[in-house]
Each structure stands twice: as structure tokens, then as C-alpha cells.
T-cell receptor, first 116, second 114 residues
């Protein structure tokens, strides 16, 4: 398997612009997580899905952030409008709750977002 | 969000030495404690994990020690190698959530010098 795939790997945008980050989880995984990593706040869970349904979005910082999972193989995290304080590395991760699962979360390579 | 406190923030160890990273938690409902390793430019990857029914788990050069009464757990890296240089994160999760609600520590940047 190719692992969790994220795109783009780097994104530079101007304040006020819309940003869309994309994630393809590992095939067969039923959980998908979006994290944000900054030096100040470390790794923060933003939202997670189970079987394409959002379960907990309590970590989403504000209404400017939204996430969708239209099918089992694709998810997006959108920021509209973006602000400089949104600059961070955004990770997508997936895991499986199957009987043989270890519940390990597999992280993608991340998207480094810079908002100027 | 419940905290997981991690120390030290950075650590320099000589090759062949023992690296020790400590974490403490508050929520007594936590019962899954993984450690993740992250190399620059990469996502975190699971290194080793423990549940509180045992006090120690060893996988190769990596050992987790767990003290339930003190609500502390630590990662020991024996015979540390330059390839171990990375950032290490402890994490914790309540049992009824599996690993869904992982709360991460702030990370320890480990550098192994020759």
C-alpha cells in the first residue's frame, strides 16, 4: 500500500484566500483524522471521521475551518478565509478498527501551509 | 482537552548511551499509551505502545516503563544510535475511544552525537 497520501505537500497563499488540503487514507481503514502541528501548540487533533461520518470536530479552531469526507477514499480540510496564524503543518492519519487491528494511526507526510 | 506533559523538550545523548523521555498524565481514564517517532519532513509513526495491565514493554532497543499509581510512563532507548535522532511524542487515549482521541505530549527532540 502507498500509505496515507496528502496533497499538496506545500502550500503558500495570501491572507483571505481559500485553502483546500486533500487526503487519501489507506484502503480499508475506517477512521480518518486531521491534525495540525505547530511549534507552539504541538500536535492537535482537529476532527476525525468514522465510516465517512464526522464524529468529533471539537478541535476545529473556528468556523473558518471545515472538513468533509464524501467517500471512504477521500477527505478535504478547507480553510476559508485563511489567516497567517493558520500557518502550520497539517497531517492526515487513518486507522482500522478491524478485529486484527492494533488501532495504530498511520500518518501522511503532511501539508506545510504558509499564509502570508 | 486533557493534558499529557512531556519532558525534556530536547535531549542530547552520546552514541551508545541510554535516552530517557518522560511523560505524565492526569486523566485516569487513559489506558492506551503509544509513543510516536517523527523524522524531519515526515509524519509521526508508531514506535511502541503499552496498556496499563503491564508495567513494562520492550521491543528491541525500545522500552516503555509504566507507573500507574504515579500516572507516569517513559520511553527508554538503549544503545542509542545516530539514526534514532528524531522527535518523539508520547500520547494517551481513553479506553472507550480505542485510539481515536489521542492526546499528544509536546514532543522531545532527541539528538544522538557520535
Amino acid at each position: 500500500d502507498a500509505g496515507v497520501i496528502q496533497s499538496p505537500r506545500h502550500e503558500v497563499t495570501e491572507m483571505g484566500q481559500e485553502v483546500t488540503l486533500r487526503c487519501k487514507p489507506i484502503s480499508g481503514h475506517d477512521y480518518l483524522f486531521w491534525y495540525r502541528q505547530t511549534m507552539m501548540r504541538g500536535l492537535e487533533l482537529l476532527i476525525y471521521f468514522n465510516n465517512n461520518v464526522p464524529i468529533d470536530d471539537s478541535g476545529m479552531p473556528e468556523d473558518r475551518f471545515s472538513a468533509k469526507m464524501p467517500n471512504a477514499s477521500f477527505s478535504t480540510l478547507k480553510i476559508q478565509p485563511s489567516e497567517p496564524r493558520d500557518s502550520a503543518v497539517y497531517f492526515c492519519a487513518s486507522s482500522s478498527s478491524g478485529l486484527q487491528s492494533s488501532y495504530e494511526q498511520y500518518f501522511g507526510p503532511g501539508t506545510r501551509l504558509t499564509v502570508t | 482537552q486533557q493534558q499529557v506533559k512531556q519532558s525534556p523538550q530536547s535531549l542530547i545523548v552520546q552514541k551508545g548511551g541510554i535516552s530517557i523521555i518522560n511523560c505524565a498524565y492526569e486523566n485516569t481514564a487513559f489506558d492506551y499509551f503509544p509513543w510516536y517517532q517523527q523524522f524531519p519532513g515526515k509524519g509521526p509513526a508508531l514506535l511502541i505502545a503499552i496498556r496499563p495491565d503491564v508495567s513494562e514493554k520492550k521491543e528491541g532497543r525500545f522500552t516503555i516503563s509504566f507507573n500507574k499509581s504515579a500516572k507516569q510512563f517513559s520511553l527508554h532507548i538503549m544503545d542509542s544510535q545516530p539514526g534514532d535522532s528524531a522527535t518523539y511524542f508520547c500520547a494517551a487515549s481513553p479506553s472507550n475511544f480505542g485510539n481515536e482521541k489521542l492526546t499528544f505530549g509536546t514532543g522531545t527532540r532527541l539528538t544522538i552525537i557520535p
